[in-house]
């Protein structure tokens, strides 16, 4: 019956994306990251779930809405066990999990005060990924390392 | 090579390494030249470096060509507010090269991004500083006529330190084992001895000089500044056991030189300047003819 309800859950919207299981405290971030603020498909947003592996978690669905890999990879750093199901005409197509990528352009803010991504204006910040597992980020122009721990947003 | 600019050490291989101290041989024996004639150098020093600036300037003054510049940044529009990217596409636009040091770190590989002509990192704050680490590669072959399987002991600030750490990874290339002696908080970090680990590199730590000077090839000294200690009187505990005295280099090997990036404080007794072993002020001049290497190299000639 259990799964039944999930599916239940997944199935509400007829064409889109559901991803799922994203930290409950990060749902905002990775919002942010995918600038789902922007767009006006139909979406919904569920936080603080009970989820039976991750404590609590947070769920978003958009109709009509397909990501690329690269894409959608760029919510690894907030999220890196969330799953995305792919829905055509109610059913999930496809399961796809979020891979951590080799590189991070764009949406990471380099922990270190002296570097020029924090001094100069419209500096793009990039990143070396050297450790996947607990996230560590390597940037690119001051070469220091940005952990999980301390890692913001651009 | 595969990038123009000089930003990071890593920027350049182990072959490129060597083409650089065998130009700066060739530069050593023939030190006037009038290649750089009808180039312009730009040496933009946002914040003071007398050392590093005279040593480029001297480098370009003896090729023959132009320098454009200024030594600090109160001196420049960046006073005005300007940004670093409209500062370096301008002088782009006036000059060949650019040498640029800058306290913001990852100012001089960002610089290399919107700049038209080759950047060479004179510093960027605690980050890099490559021309130091070449000149150093320099002074060891040199010295040592070889940079294979060498002994290097390193000591001081060896957490803080960015030509140590450069230098380490350069001679990675060269199979070396390495001693590191340093305070218990100032101690190499955790990253570097990984990366030996990885590459089966062999080092020892230490927390004061023992006999084991007696094996080094080269001693590589460095400053133990008072800003990094907050407790003063640690500072005051510490700041002795890393003087070398003419006395320790008693019974040390034949080839050992003591290197040191200057300026030194208080670090190497005056009574070792006079030991032949001492090599410092010869490092600082083996920098004129390494910059003078680097500088050929990037503009082709």
Redesign the interface.
């Known amino acids: 019956m259990n799964s039944d309800k999930k599916e239940l859950r997944v199935n509400a919207i007829k064409n889109g994306t559901v991803i799922d299981h994203i930290p409950a405290q990060d749902l905002f971030k990775v919002i942010k990251i995918l600038g789902l603020q922007n767009i006006t498909n139909t979406m919904t947003l569920g936080n603080n779930l009970e989820s039976k592996t991750h404590g609590h978690k947070g769920i978003i669905k958009i109709s009509e809405l397909f990501f690329e890999d690269d894409d959608i990879n760029r919510i690894a750093l907030a999220a890196p066990n969330a799953k995305l199901n792919i829905i055509k005409d109610y059913v999930v197509v496809e399961k796809r999990q979020v891979q951590v990528p080799d590189k991070v352009v764009g949406i990471a803010k380099c922990v270190n005060p002296k570097c020029v991504t924090n001094f100069e204006d419209n500096i793009t910040t990039k990143f070396t990924v050297v450790d996947k597992e607990n996230i560590a980020l390597k940037c690119h122009y001051c070469e220091k390392i940005t952990n999980k721990e301390n890692l913001r947003l651009q | 090579m595969k990038h123009k600019s000089l930003v990071?050490i890593d920027d350049y291989t182990k072959d490129d390494y060597l083409k650089i101290i065998e130009k700066a041989a060739h530069f050593e024996k023939n030190p006037v030249q009038n290649i750089l004639n009808g180039k312009v150098i730009a040496t933009l020093f946002f914040e003071p470096s007398t050392r590093t600036r005279l040593s480029f300037e001297s480098a370009v003054n003896k090729l023959g060509g132009k320098i454009i510049g200024f030594t600090d940044a109160a001196s420049s529009s960046v006073q005005k507010g300007e940004?670093?990217?409209d500062t370096i596409k301008t002088v782009a636009n006036y000059s060949d090269l650019i040498v640029m040091r800058h306290?913001?770190?990852?100012?001089a590989?960002?610089a290399s991004e919107v700049s038209n002509v080759p950047v060479v990192n004179a510093g960027?704050?605690?980050?890099?500083h490559p021309t130091q680490t070449l000149l150093d590669l320099y002074s060891i072959y040199k010295t040592q006529g070889t940079l294979e399987n060498l002994n290097i002991f390193m000591v001081g600030d060896l957490k803080y330190g960015r030509t140590v750490h450069s230098l380490l990874m350069a001679m990675s290339h060269f199979n070396p084992t390495f001693n590191f002696i340093s305070p218990e908080f100032l101690k190499m970090p955790k990253?570097y001895k990984l990366f030996l680990d990885s590459k089966g590199i062999k080092y020892y730590e230490h927390e004061d000089f023992t006999e084991y000077i007696k094996e080094a090839d080269i001693v590589y000294m460095t400053r133990v500044q008072k800003e990094r200690f907050s407790d003063p009187i640690e500072y005051e505990k510490v700041k002795d056991v890393y003087i070398l005295r003419n006395e320790m280099l008693k019974g040390t090997k034949e080839n050992l030189k003591v290197l040191h990036p200057l300026p030194r404080v208080n670090e190497i007794n005056v009574d070792v300047d006079d030991n032949p072993k001492a090599y410092y002020f010869e490092q600082a001049l083996n920098g004129v003819y390494t910059r003078q290497a680097i500088i050929a190299t990037i503009l082709d000639l």
């Open positions: 990071s940004s670093l990217k306290p913001v770190e990852g100012s590989r960002y960027d704050g605690a980050n890099q990253e």
